[in-house]
């Protein structure tokens, strides 16, 4: 390549295809990043949930408890960390446990 010469002239077929290989694989990594980051919390809200249920079921009520906040926190729509947190402030016989039986 000359002195004067850009890269733009020097583009071949194969690097132009190469180029829009990676703008496409960019662009749809743009577009999947959010809904994969939803799914990742929701999976990891699930998790901690089947935690809390399991110190639950051991009568670990403050730990249980902890692991209901934090699923919450991740996911507040998941069914699982919601049920948890109802039967938790339940058993504390706390009066928010009514919102959280939906």
């Not at 706390?94 to 919102?99: G, I, K, S």
């Amino acid at each position: 390549m000359s002195e004067g010469t850009s890269i733009f002239l020097s583009l071949t077929p194969k690097r132009i295809v190469w180029i829009c290989v990676a703008l496409v694989l960019v662009v749809g990594g743009g577009f999947s990043a959010r809904p994969a980051y939803r799914q990742i919390k929701k999976w990891r809200a699930q998790r901690l949930a089947a935690e809390g249920e399991a110190l639950r079921a051991a009568n670990s009520w403050e730990p249980a408890l902890r692991k209901a906040q934090q699923a919450l926190q991740l996911s507040s729509a998941e069914t699982s960390s919601l049920r948890l947190m109802s039967r938790v402030l339940a058993h504390f016989g706390h009066e928010q446990t009514l919102p959280y039986w939906r």
